[in-house]
Structures are given as structure tokens and as C-alpha cells.
């Protein structure tokens, strides 16, 4: 069974950067896309960027384009999210998934990791 784990969230100031990684426990990362999905308590999950796992296109939700950048590195099976600029309004758990296929195709598998928090303070 796959397990994703996420880390390097913390606590920020605004205009401040964190960088995010998901380690997969296996080789799922090389035959799916990889999703960054952000979570407010009481609202709804919401899908922050993709990369494909075979051209390694991007996607990004329009708030956060220009601001953040999702990048990978199969030797070490990691994806990462450079998030720069940070908002108070990115504030959430940011968890990890995999992609139902190779491609950004705005799906993704819930397997859910236990996720790492963003608290941006203003």
C-alpha cells in the first residue's frame, strides 16, 4: 500500500517561504501525476498544484500561480512545493496524493498521509 508522508510545514509570516516535500513509500511517483491539496478546517479540499510524472507539466490553482512552484526528484522519490510570498489566506494542512494517472488531469487518489500545517501570520 502506498503512504505518502508530507512535511516541512510550519509557521510563517506573511511574505515569508516554506518549502514542502511528499516522500512516497514506493515508486508511485514515477507512474502517476503528484497533487498538492490544501485543507481549512470546515471548507473544502483544495487542489493547489500537479506535476505530471511524465514531462513534468504543471498546474497551478490561480491563487497561488506566480507565487508557488511544484517541482520533483525521482532519485529520492520526493515531490517538493516552494511556496514564496505566503498569505494568511494559505493557511491549512497541505497533504499529498497521487494522481489517478500520469497526467494533471485535475483527479487524484485519497490516500491521504497525516499531512503537514501552514500557518501564515500577518
Known amino acids: 500500500q502506498v503512504q505518502l508522508v508530507e512535511s516541512g510545514g510550519g509557521l510563517v509570516q506573511a511574505g515569508g517561504s516554506l518549502r514542502l516535500s511528499c516522500t512516497a513509500s514506493?515508486?508511485?511517483?514515477?507512474?502517476?501525476?503528484t497533487v498538492w491539496v490544501r485543507q481549512v478546517p470546515g471548507k473544502e479540499r483544495e487542489a493547489v498544484s500537479c506535476i505530471s510524472s511524465d514531462d513534468d507539466s504543471t498546474t497551478y490553482t490561480s491563487s497561488v500561480k506566480g507565487r508557488f512552484t511544484i517541482s520533483r526528484d525521482d532519485a529520492k522519490n520526493t515531490v517538493y512545493l516552494q511556496m514564496n510570498s505566503l498569505k494568511p489566506e494559505d493557511t491549512a494542512v497541505y497533504y499529498c496524493a497521487p494522481g489517478s494517472t500520469w497526467a494533471c488531469d485535475g483527479n487524484y487518489i485519497e490516500i491521504w498521509g497525516q499531512g503537514t500545517p501552514v500557518t501564515v501570520s500577518s
Open positions: 514506493a515508486n508511485t511517483l514515477g507512474h502517476h501525476a
